[in-house]
């Protein structure tokens, strides 16, 4: 029985004899065909454009009117809990909060916003003036690009990312447009319409109670008057002076302190929700944005994706492999000999010399 054949060491002259002897005998055609394929590549590098990416860091807080001690006036800055930070960033995914920025961003983003991100949304997108007319197909009119529809708002999402780091209480916004300047633009809209809306929405809780206290106050004021006035007429008639609080009369005196009583009594009341409607007015105005940018966005100086290289490589490559691989498989099923293992595997008989080669 014969022992087993260990693999023996890598030869090179096998690869080169096997893979690039045959490519060599074919190098004007798999030349062509890399020409080919670079001829194509080189406009669809032209045509895809660069992607410019701007980012933005913020910091969430805690509203100050929601740290206002009834003791003490002094505020210190405190990073919103972990629930504040994933509502806020929700609430930026959400369609009602994407509809207000799409409204705010200039014409020129709206019209960027068409274009899908990434090389087969351009190369759609400028190809369908041309399907439109091969199809007769209606054209888009400019004049709706600023109308706002579900597949807009999805466009306008796919351009934004924001990332939150609850326990950090940091949110990070970041934009990507194809006009360099507008990136920028598109996180500051972002930023924008935040700190509007969650302004709003931390006056809303407090314009709520004033409302309420208001109306409790007009109510009590409005008791005072009434028994002001009950005692003053009870003292005309009687002929009391204003200023005096006690007669000798018992029983006029006794309606005289009821009356009196009264007043207090609605006046403290007055005093008490006054005190309360001047602690929310004073909460409402101490209400101010408790969103801090950290890194504002800055204006790309550098596509964050340019792969106009990459395309041309690509075509390159496949144009040279459009050739390469059918030439290895055509040399593969003719069994040509190009090394003395093509030799082994075909007669199993040993090598016992080498013919030199004839020039």
Known sequence: MNPPTQPGPIDPQFFIAKYLTPVLEHKWIVLLTTFVGLL????????????YSSKATTQLETPRAQMISEVTEEITSRTGDQNYITAAVERMHSTAFQTEVFKILPKQLQKDLETP?????????????????????????????ATITPERLNKLSNRVVI??????????????TY?????????????????????????SLIRHELGFT??????????????????????????????????????????????????????????????????LVRKEK?????????????????????????????????????????ILIWDYYRGNIRHKKDILSAVNIPIIGKLPTIK
């Open 117 to 145: 991100l990434g090389v087969k949304g351009q190369l759609m997108k400028k190809a369908a003036p041309y399907l439109d007319r091969l199809l007769k197909r209606d054209a888009v009119d400019p004049a709706t690009l």
């Open 214 to 279: 208001e109306n409790q106050k007009d109510e009590y004021f409005k008791q005072l008057k009434d028994s002001e006035k009950e005692l003053r007429l009870f003292k005309q008639k009687f002929e009391i002076p204003p200023a005096l609080s006690s007669i000798t009369d018992m029983e006029l005196q006794a309606q005289l302190d009821v009356l009196q009583n009264k007043v207090e009594n609605a006046k403290e009341r007055y005093k008490r929700i006054d005190d309360i409607y001047l602690d």
């Open 40 to 51: 194509v590549s080189l406009p669809v590098s032209f045509v895809v454009q660069p992607e």
């Open 163 to 176: 990332e939150g780091a609850p326990k950090q209480g940091i949110i990070q916004i970041t934009g990507t």
């Open 179 to 203: 006009a360099q300047e507008m990136a920028t633009v598109l996180v500051q809209s972002y930023i924008d319409i935040w700190v509007a809306l969650n302004m709003e929405t931390n006056k």
């Open 286 to 326: 101490s209400v101010v944005n408790n969103i801090k940018v950290i890194n504002p966005p800055q204006t790309p100086l550098e596509p964050s994706k340019n792969i106009r290289l990459l395309i041309i490589l690509i075509g390159v490559l496949a144009g040279a492999a459009t050739a390469i691989v059918p």
